[in-house]
């Protein structure tokens, strides 16, 4: 079978792709490794980022059983019309552009304040997909030669000696490596849409919001709210979700 040092080199720390110890196949998968680094982390960003704000509004239940962003986004105007006492304009100004929602400095409580900043903080990393994502390219090329690695390496590590434990590695290796990069060009288009999407839903909001009947029911809500001396954020989700 083999002693002796393992042919399949040790991963760095972070790295995505590993490699097999054949260095034609292990250039391909170095130059891939950045494409892949940056669609994970934008996704990661993207979850944690919409995680933070569904957990500040107290919605974790709410999203569970309707994962609906323009009911998040109507709540979040339902809050922002409790801190004016039902002008929303008293506290806030809308925009079309990111972060969508700007508060005038010392209008609302601090609870109020950081659930805005999480939202403003994800519409942010929204707008910036598209530039982020330019570097994050997986051709057909590039996805037929992981197929071409993967049909060749049981013959490639016969013939450079690998060890039985060493060949079962770098099989899994390309097997695992391949399930990787065929996904990033579907993610990439995911992220896409999200960035498309996501403003879009918002923007729908905010026009929905300014006409009637909307935007009286959005009033009395907040009346309501600064009525019943529902402040908290968690408090106003809880009592009038879903506002309209």
Known sequence: MGLGKSKIPTPLPGQMLMFV???DFDDYYASLENSIKIIEQQKVEIDMRTTDLIISLGAENLWEISPDSELIVKMILAILSASGKGDLQNVANLSESAPYIVLIPKS???KVAEVVGKFCSLMNTVNDLPEKLVDCSISQDDINYSEHIQQNITKRTIDSKYTMKDKLEAVKIVNENKKIINTVPRDCVEMLKISSNLPDQVR?????LSISPYME???Q???QAAA????????IVKKFWPIV
């Open 21 to 23: 110890g054949e260095k």
């Open 108 to 110: 609302t409580s601090k």
């Open 204 to 208: 729908k909001v905010f026009k929905e």
């Open 217 to 219: 029911i959005l009033h």
């Open 221 to 223: 809500r907040g009346v």
């Open 228 to 235: 019943e001396n529902l402040t908290a954020p968690k408090e």
